[in-house]
């Protein structure tokens, strides 16, 4: 019986990819082979016909069985098939992520390094960003709890005794709700009233909060959506605190409450008169309002706004008489904090005190100049600096003498107001004056029935200028 022929492998041993390998065919049949056929496991088509088949730089593409054919005179012998097994290093290094898609905070998750090679892979690596070396040489790197720290780019290196070969870099994106949820305010610090002010809400969620909503302590609906809350001219009745409230398809998380506190303009008025007896009540009143809107020396107005632009004054009053102030006017700068002009400030004249002398015979001593100083101050705060205070101080002229030390027969003491600055567009109302009028006593026009040598009383009386309220008051004669 005819013997198959063999197949000789050549060279011998481990055959690594790129290098060459000749395959034999021995024919042990004592009739002469007249056609040699080499054939690939599983193809019909013949490789080629010749006693050898030389592979050139054998892929593991050429990894396979392979066998010959000899045709003789009494027919076709098959050899028996040898497989080729070619060695390489690691190739197609991919990792793989399980469970696919989405990734929830907490799960578990398994990356595994997948990898073709020849002999197979013995060792895996992992690295985390590109530049930590994770510490296991398995091919499956397993988060019992995936955190939301360990999202990042991971690969993986596959190494045999060939070589080694590095995986494509995945993307591990850990989903998660809103977190760190904080409101941002702009611009930071003090707020004044008329201002533009904008809320921020900014948070840290994966996929990216699609949902913002704000709210206000205390009132359970909410103010409106979006990332940004608004105000383009904020009101003092806007104070509060604020939140936001971020989500996404995960979850959602409301921020800390943040302090949204307006500052507005305090203006102060000042009603100072100089009278005797001492001003018993001070009464403020706005020009053309019937009704009063405050009482005491000085009087405030807190949370200022455009409504409370106007002129205001204050009346005076003791128990002889009444006089008013001219009006301070106080203006509001729209769009800014309230600005406070004081563009009139005009003193109280308050009733002049009278002064009576007795004189002696012989010499008339003068009365001592009475100075008298009103002022009115008008103080801001809030948004903007004080305002200049106003004074005037009112000074009585000092009576004169005659040639001879006589005095003259009238003696006039006028009050002269300093004079003021006034703020622009500002007019100043006229200054009351008040003056003590002094009779001298003539021996010519005395008493009959006074005794010769006897001092003549002198009288001193007060006359008003305008008001007829004024309250006259009479010196009595003094007995010398």
């Excluded at 055959?15 to 056609?35: A, D, F, K, N, Y």
């Excluded at 190739?91 to 020849?118: H, K, M, W």
């Excluded at 398995?138 to 995936?146: A, C, R, S």
């Excluded at 809107?293 to 004054?313: F, K, M």
């Amino acid at each position: 019986m005819p013997q198959i022929p063999l197949v000789s492998i050549s060279p011998p041993g481990d055959i690594q990819e790129g290098t060459h390998v000749t395959l034999t065919c021995i024919s042990r049949s004592h009739l002469p082979v007249r056609i040699y056929s080499w054939y690939k496991t599983g193809s019909p088509t013949a490789l080629q016909q010749w006693i050898t088949y030389t592979i050139f730089g054998i892929t593991s593409k050429d990894i396979g069985g392979y066998y010959c054919q000899t045709t003789s005179l009494c027919g076709h012998l098959i050899s028996a098939p040898v497989n080729l097994q070619v060695l390489y290093g690691p190739r197609n290094t991919v990792v793989e992520i399980d469970p696919p898609g989405q990734i929830p905070e907490g799960s578990r998750v398994t990356l595994t390094c997948s990898t073709d090679a020849s002999p197979p892979a013995h060792t895996y690596s992992w690295w985390y960003k590109g530049y930590t070396l994770l510490k296991t040489r398995e091919k499956m790197l397993t988060f019992e709890k995936i955190h939301t720290e360990d999202s990042g780019e991971y690969l993986c290196r596959a190494v045999n005794r060939i070589s080694q070969h590095d995986s494509p870099a995945v993307s591990v994106q850990v989903s998660y709700g809103p977190k760190n949820t904080v409101v941002e305010l702009d611009p930071p610090g003090q707020i004044t009233e008329g201002s533009r002010v904008t809320l921020t809400c900014n948070t840290d969620a994966n996929p990216p909060a699609h949902t913002y909503s704000w709210y206000k302590t205390g009132r359970p609906a909410p103010l409106r959506n979006g990332k940004n809350l608004t105000f383009s001219k904020i009101r003092s009745d806007e104070n509060g605190m604020y939140f936001c409230q971020a989500a996404n398809g995960i979850g959602q998380q409301d921020s800390p409450a943040v302090s949204l506190q307006v500052l507005w303009a305090t203006a102060t008025l000042t009603c100072s008169s100089d009278a005797n007896p001492p001003v018993e009540n001070y009464t403020w009143f706005k020009v053309d309002e019937s009704t009063p809107v405050g009482s005491g020396q000085q009087y405030s107005i807190s949370n200022i706004r455009s409504e409370d632009a106007g002129q205001y004054y204050c009346e005076a009053r003791n128990e002889y008489g009444a006089e008013n102030a001219s009006a301070v006017s106080i203006y509001i700068a729209e769009g800014q904090s309230p600005v406070l002009t004081a563009v009139v400030a005009v003193l109280l004249c308050g009733v002049v005190c009278l002064l009576c002398v007795i004189l002696w015979v012989r010499k008339l001593k003068r009365p001592k100049p009475v100075e008298q100083d009103t002022s009115i101050n008008l103080q801001s705060r809030g948004g903007g600096g004080d305002d200049d205070a106003q004074y005037s101080t009112i000074q009585p002229h000092c009576s004169r003498e005659t040639t001879g030390g006589q005095e003259d027969d009238d003696q006039y003491s006028t009050i002269q107001p300093h004079c003021f600055r006034q703020t622009a567009g500002a007019q100043g109302d006229d200054v009351q004056y008040a003056s003590v009028h002094f009779k001298k006593a003539r021996a010519a026009q005395s008493s009959p029935n006074q005794p010769e040598g006897e001092p003549s009383s002198i009288y001193s009386s007060v006359q008003p200028r305008v008001d007829p309220s004024v309250v006259y008051s009479t010196v009595q004669p003094r007995v010398v």
